[in-house]
């Protein structure tokens, strides 16, 4: 039998798919996707920035349009899709987060001043821009980091509050925060060595 290599016919492998049982899989794991970064109606969540359908959509015409490819590396059609759903929910929430959090552009800061504070306060922004950049590089590959860095960002820091926001024992946040400092330590030795310490209690 003759071994297929390199990306896959995604347009006739969507052609081809069996959509009456593919497409109630893919609604329910983007329900489940909105609701692990706190995208979801109740108590203490907050209302997503797109609906269910939009992400399938979105993830539909991406695929269409050339922008994913499907390799050897996804087993089949539905891991792929799903994988996508998450990229697209991961890049959404992070995005709303730093809208959240980000000066405005005309927060008064006046970047040609002599003030002093003014010239640390950007200094400390492109630090924190840094770190935030270091954590992403860190976590966009697997679901559950990403679902803890959102929480992290979203000001829950302690472990039982990580706990409560994601659905997560406290060990699995445990597991979670030792598994991201590992990462972090390995890609980014000289910046997170002297924090290291603190992560784990």
Known sequence: ?????????LGAALREADWDSLLPRLV??????LRRVG????????????TVQQVIDTALERCLEGR???????PDLETFLKGVINNLVWTAKKK???????????????????????????????GRAAICAAFEACVEDDAKLQDLYLAILDGNVKREDIATALGWTAEEVSASRIKLKRRLL????????????EWTS
């Open 1 to 9: 039998m003759e071994v297929v290599s390199g990306p896959r016919d």
């Open 28 to 33: 329910a794991h983007t329900e489940w996707r």
């Open 39 to 50: 995208w979801a109606a109740g108590e203490d969540r907050e209302p997503s920035a797109m």
């Open 68 to 74: 994913r490819t499907w390799s050897d590396s996804c």
């Open 96 to 126: 709303a987060i730093r809208a959240k959090t980000d000066p405005a552009p005309d927060a008064g800061v006046d970047t040609a001043s002599d003030d002093p504070s003014v010239e640390d306060s950007l200094v400390a922004e492109q």
């Open 186 to 197: 390995s890609k980014f030795p000289e910046t997170f060595a002297t924090a290291a310490k």
